[in-house]
């Protein structure tokens, strides 16, 4: 079946830089948008960055200019280069992808997560 792991997590300290990898297998026919989520405890999942199967990319506000999505279709993986991280405790990092798994057929996926602690 199809499944996206996410690698790249950890602990760092504010400043710091981390980056995400979030790679998809399984039998699948293409992946569109791939994106980054995040979530706070006692907080809604909410959009860190996306990223179109064309190469488009958006980003949340309070990204501000410090994340960076990229992709690798040929390697079925996104990217998520995190810089000038901010001290917020623990979040965990989900990935979602939107892949065609047949013809005409396209069904969300997401990670399982990947907590990322930054300390002040």
């Known amino acids: 079946q199809v499944q996206l792991v996410e690698s790249g997590g950890g602990l760092v300290q504010a400043g710091g830089s981390l980056r995400l990898s979030c790679a998809a297998s399984?039998?699948?026919?293409?992946?569109?948008?791939m994106g980054w989520y995040r979530q706070a405890p006692g907080k809604q999942r909410e959009l860190v960055a996306g990223i179109t199967g064309g190469g488009s990319k958006n980003y949340a506000d309070f990204v501000e200019g410090r994340f960076t999505i990229t992709r690798d279709n040929a390697k079925n993986t996104v990217y998520l280069q995190m810089n000038s991280l901010k001290p917020e405790g623990t979040v965990v990092y989900y990935c979602?992808?939107?892949?065609?798994?047949?013809?005409?057929?396209?069904?969300?996926?997401w990670g399982q997560g990947t907590p990322v602690t930054v300390s002040s």
């Open positions: 979602k992808a939107a892949i065609v798994v047949r013809f005409y057929i396209e069904r969300d996926y």
């Open positions: 399984g039998p699948f026919y293409s992946i569109n948008t």
